[in-house]
């Protein structure tokens, strides 16, 4: 029995759990489209109130609260028969439900045509309270003064006819209604907005429910774990950042920002990682499902966490559709040689091998045009274990450049970076489909761009950039220093490509 029970409330909790994460996709995918979700209520706000306020035809109503009692028959002492009005339950049943009938039956609105001398222009309705004798009569016109005329009318011609209709009865006149002077059916404009913005609320509702069913996000790690039944390495908060208005001819913003949120953020995501990957393992391919997930930055500073704890490291940018990394470390980045040029053997390893600071070596994709299956670029990676403690690699998006999986063959492991409430469930499955089925092994998923906001439990305020990019000012530094100071001390911009001298 005791089981029974349990086995009842875990189920009522997993029920209740579904609908609260019911809600809160609702909410998420509500509030990533804020603009659509008020322009709803406008919209809808507006069509309701400018229909009843524009296009509804007023109506006056003239009403009156009548009782009805039969004549009821009872025997006195001396055996004569005594007729009184009283009130009988069983009467007052039957009258509820046939006196409406009466009331709008054709033979008492030809009464009143013939009382008044003219067509009724009115509507005549009525309404029994239940188990009573008492009866609602209200007359609705366009007009206030043949709704009223109507109403004398009826008060005046139902008693004749109910003796035919219904038999002896009392009808007494509890309450009348004056002239109507306003339309009953017309309320204060502040009503109809109301009630415009609450249907305009539950539409909403129903639009976003569908909405997040078809177009589903990651919005948070427990999505990662229930909808693509993976596993969430860290997330990467969001941080504010200027931008660099400074350089106009790069195609990629200059951003900077020392938040130390993100930093140990950072150095977590770095512990975690050599938590799960193997003994020997030192190449980790960074990938995403498509551009803007923040991919670049998050190899690159996962790199930096690595050189800050004095493993010798060295970043690739493998993404040579994009060539990010180089737009956002070089001021001409279109005369850097990097691993294109090593894979036609333009140059040798050692040329195309950049210092950016003690441990933290960057080699560029360069700006040769390459395939991803190049035998060089295989022999450039061998050298490279030889070299280096751990080696990031930042792959292509896979939804652009599927073919870029053969680089996932070169890697031992493999992070897939998400940014909240980016891509759709099917098109994040649909880019694991090319990568999964490499030699690297995938140990999860980065969650980027993750806020308190974005769902669930996270770094408040703090976040990862919503611009996805890495840079610096020149005043600055090169932005990703563990204290202010490197904010003004830190490293510059690659003035020229410069060779990492050999050790």
């Not at 209520?41 to 039969?70: D, K, N």
């Not at 790690?221 to 596993?231: E, G, P, V």
């Not at 493993?311 to 956002?328: E, F, P, V």
Request: hydrophobic share 35%.
């Amino acid at each position: 029995m005791s089981k029974k029970i349990s086995k009842t409330k875990i189920e009522n909790e997993e029920n209740v759990g579904s609908i609260l994460y019911t809600i809160s996709d609702i909410y998420k995918t509500a509030k990533k489209h804020f603009v659509i979700f008020i322009a709803i209520i406008a919209a809808v706000t507006a069509v309701y109130s400018g229909y009843f306020m524009f296009f509804t035809e007023p109506l006056y109503r003239s009403s009156a609260t009548l009782s009805i009692t039969p004549l009821i028959s009872s025997d006195s002492k001396n055996g004569t028969s005594v007729y009184k009005f009283n009130f009988v339950s069983s009467f007052a049943e039957q009258m509820s439900k046939t006196f409406p009938y009466v009331v709008e039956s054709d033979n008492l609105r030809q009464a009143i045509q013939y009382d008044l001398g003219k067509g009724i222009n009115a509507k005549i309705t009525a309404d029994a309270v239940v188990k009573s004798n008492i009866i609602q009569v209200n007359i609705d016109s366009n007009s206030p003064d043949d709704s009223y005329e109507v109403m004398h009318s009826f008060l005046k011609t139902f008693p004749r006819l109910s003796e035919y209709i219904i038999g002896d009865t009392r009808i007494n006149i509890i309450y009348e209604s004056e002239k109507p002077t306003q339309p009953f059916n017309k309320l204060p404009i502040w009503s109809y907005l109301i009630t415009g913005a609450v249907a305009g609320l539950i539409i909403n509702i129903i639009v976003f429910y569908l909405w997040s069913l078809r177009i589903e996000t990651i919005h948070d790690k427990n999505d990662i774990t229930y909808k693509l039944n993976s596993h969430c390495i860290s997330e990467l908060p969001h941080v504010n950042v200027k931008r660099n208005s400074k350089n106009h001819s790069s195609r990629h913003s200059k951003i900077t920002f020392t938040d130390s949120v993100f930093i140990e953020a950072a150095r977590s995501t770095r512990k975690r990682i050599q938590s799960v990957i193997g003994k020997n393992d030192k190449v980790i391919a960074v990938t995403s499902t498509a551009r803007h997930e923040g991919k670049t930055v998050t190899a690159f500073s996962i790199a930096k966490a690595f050189a800050d704890n004095g493993h010798k490291t060295l970043l690739i940018d493998m993404d040579l559709s994009n060539r990010a990394l180089q737009g956002y470390l070089l001021k001409a980045p279109d005369s850097c040689s990097g691993v294109s040029e090593y894979a036609v053997s333009e140059v040798e390893f050692a040329d195309i091998v950049k210092r950016y600071k003690d441990n933290y070596d960057i080699v560029f994709a360069g700006n040769k045009n390459i395939k991803y299956s190049n035998a060089r670029i295989k022999k450039f990676f061998e050298e490279a274990r030889e070299k280096y403690d751990y080696i990031i690699v930042d792959m292509p998006s896979c939804k652009l450049v599927p073919s870029a999986a053969a680089v996932a063959d070169l890697c031992d492991d493999l992070l897939f970076v998400e940014k909240c409430n980016n891509s759709t469930i099917t098109d994040i499955k649909n880019a694991l489909k090319y990568v999964l089925y490499s030699k690297a092994r995938f140990i999860g998923f980065i969650l980027n761009d993750y806020t308190a906001t974005s769902g669930g439990y996270g770094y408040g305020r703090y976040g990862y950039s919503r611009y996805g990019y890495l840079g610096s000012y020149r005043r600055y530094g090169y932005g990703y220093g563990y204290s202010h100071k490197y904010s003004k001390y830190g490293s510059r911009y690659f003035d020229e490509p410069e060779t990492k001298k050999e050790q």
